[in-house]
């Protein structure tokens, strides 16, 4: 029976796309098919497979010992604040050691990819092929593909060119696009705290999903001449076109990666402190009452579609709702461990995928803010005016992938 709910929550979640569409006509439902076949062949391949487990497995060790290589810089500087196998002391194990100064190391790794051409080149490649098997806009595929491994704000930075060539209508595509993301280089702190298997099978089921729920959101059709990729300068240039000294290059790689930790700190705080003065606002009037309690009801439903009893429904529709309030590292650090471990496997997997995502209202104000310094007025008062269109793309794709993952994780 749970099975036949999860397989009726994915026709809902696609119905919804559909029903919420800005043109039902244009949708290309031989593209759609297509692409919810892929990502049924995806999900069973890395959940039903030993060696789709395996490959998974190895990918999530290979972030997981860049963790601790990161751990090594940690140690020298911070002693006292690591965790105990690296000699700190058990209290000293914490959100911010554990998961974020080990992007210190992660984020300029991957710049250094981006500047001698390997990430380009990788990204470049599975960008066309998505676009040959799917049938979608070249760009949009090779966008989809990129900001699994950039980060929404830092690709839609580097695409400045394209997006001004583009009309508005695509421009909200890629902004909708942005809800779904995740950041390669962040990964690994993701994996310390929710089972790294289904952490990165998400990440190539959300690609697929992000173009399936925009193409029906917000269906565009593209002319021939028009569906290219524009040439960006190269990360890694300055204002004249000269390649910038490559040490000077990794000095702002790791400044950067500590402003990325600064934020991504500073809004953990934030929306934990806000989310708590909401709920003692709310518990003023009915002692009860809580901003978690109030999104889990109107989650709850969507939820019980993944196929789970009615309990774990109402836990998930929790987790579902906070993430979706403050964003993925609160609700990962509040399962992590021993409370997630001790999930059924079904209810350990759709809750790990569908916080594998940036969907959450923060995000909002940084793609917001992101086009604003990058496109002209009309297209950013376009994006603008669609934020609800932006916060319901991040939600079914979401929903969809942690749905298709469920079917094969019982």
Not at 100 to 123: C, H, R
Not at 150 to 169: D, F, H, P, W, Y
Not at 308 to 320: G, I
Request: net charge neutral.
């Amino acid at each position: 029976m749970y099975v036949a709910i999860n397989v009726l929550g994915l026709v809902v979640f696609l119905a919804i796309g559909f029903l919420f569409s800005k043109n039902k006509k244009g949708i290309n439902w031989r593209s759609i098919a297509i692409m919810i076949a892929l990502n049924l062949i995806l999900a069973w391949f890395f959940t039903s497979f030993s060696v789709g487990r395996d490959a998974v497995k190895a990918a999530a060790d290979g972030f997981n010992w860049l963790v601790q290589v990161a751990y090594q810089g940690i140690v020298f500087a911070l002693p006292n604040w690591v965790t105990p196998e690296f000699g700190g002391t058990a209290k000293s194990l914490n959100f911010v050691t554990s998961a974020l100064l080990p992007i210190l190391m992660i984020v300029p790794m991957f710049d250094i990819l981006t500047y001698i051409g390997f990430l380009p080149w990788i990204i470049k490649w599975i960008g066309r092929g998505l676009s040959f098997i799917t049938g979608q806009p070249k760009f949009e595929s090779f966008f989809a593909v990129e900001m699994m491994f950039l980060g929404n704000t830092e690709v839609l930075a580097i695409s400045g060119i394209q997006l001004r060539q583009m009309n508005a209508q695509r421009n909200l595509t890629l902004a909708m696009m942005s809800m779904s993301c995740v950041t390669a280089s962040i990964l690994g702190a993701y994996t310390q705290m929710v089972p790294g298997q289904f952490v990165l099978t998400a990440v190539p089921i959300n690609v697929i999903n992000s173009i399936i729920v925009t193409s029906m959101l917000n269906p565009t059709k593209v002319p021939e001449e028009e569906d290219t990729i524009a040439k960006v300068g190269s990360e890694g240039e300055d204002s004249d076109g000269k390649r910038e000294p490559f040490f000077s290059f990794l000095g702002d790689s790791i400044l950067g990666a500590g402003r990325l930790i600064l934020i991504i700190t500073a809004n953990v705080i934030a929306f934990v402190a806000l989310a708590a003065l909401i709920d003692k606002i709310l518990a003023l009037f009915w002692k009860p009452l809580s901003l978690e309690s109030i999104l889990g009801v109107i989650m709850f439903p969507f939820a019980w579609l993944m196929g789970l009893p009615v309990d774990q429904a109402w836990t998930l529709s929790q987790d579902m709702g906070l993430k979706l309030v403050t964003n993925e590292f609160v609700v990962m650090g509040k399962v992590a461990g021993d409370v997630i471990n001790g999930y059924s496997p079904h209810l350990r997997a759709v809750l790990t995928v569908f916080l594998t995502s940036f969907a959450n209202f923060g995000t909002l104000g940084m793609i917001i803010g992101a086009f604003k310094g990058i496109v002209n007025k009309e297209k950013n008062d376009l994006i603008a005016k669609n934020v609800g269109f932006m916060l319901l793309s991040g939600i079914l794709v979401s929903l969809l992938s942690a749905g298709f993952v469920g079917l094969f994780v019982w």
